[in-house]
């Protein structure tokens, strides 16, 4: 009889042990539940300006831009522009990749644009996620964001 009154009190233990093991398993992850980004085409999206445009796609149009009594405005979006040297440039284009020579002012309002030039005497920035590459330190105005000044 000692053997059928100790019977519950082991199914019960038993019971227990199954039922705080099946609590603790269902609370405890692998670590990899966290949710994963999705890409999104959100205009709040990062650019990797770090990698930026430096091999245009092939497919790209090419344009000319002329330097006309020291002034030029490059507003071809979408293709790959090449000025050379000019007093002043200002870029409305976005999406763009520009070659410049030596520039004394360049004052952008373009988004996602690639940008390199020779020697630039200072820069003015509104528009957002353009990279500017120039062979020596410009003066920089900075009133966009997302915006990177690489010198070579």
């Known amino acids: 009889m000692r053997t059928s009154s100790r019977m519950p009190r082991v199914i019960a233990s038993a019971l227990a042990a199954v039922g705080i093991l099946s609590a603790v398993t269902a609370c405890s992850g692998t670590g990899d539940d966290k949710p994963k980004p999705t890409p999104t085409s959100s205009a709040s999206a990062k650019v990797d300006l770090e990698k930026g445009f430096s091999t245009p796609p092939a497919d790209i149009e090419k344009a000319q831009a002329e330097c006309v009594d020291g002034k030029v405005v490059i507003d071809q979006s979408n293709k790959e522009v090449t000025v050379g040297d000019c007093a002043s440039v200002e870029i409305t284009a976005s999406n763009a990749v520009i070659h410049l020579g030596n520039v004394e002012k360049l004052v952008m309002t373009g988004t996602i644009n690639d940008v390199a030039a020779k020697k630039v ?15 020596g330190k410009p003066k920089i105005s900075d009133k966009g964001t997302d915006n990177l000044f690489v010198t070579r």
């Open 121 to 135: 005497g200072s820069v003015q920035v509104t528009g957002n996620a353009n990279r500017i590459t120039t062979d």
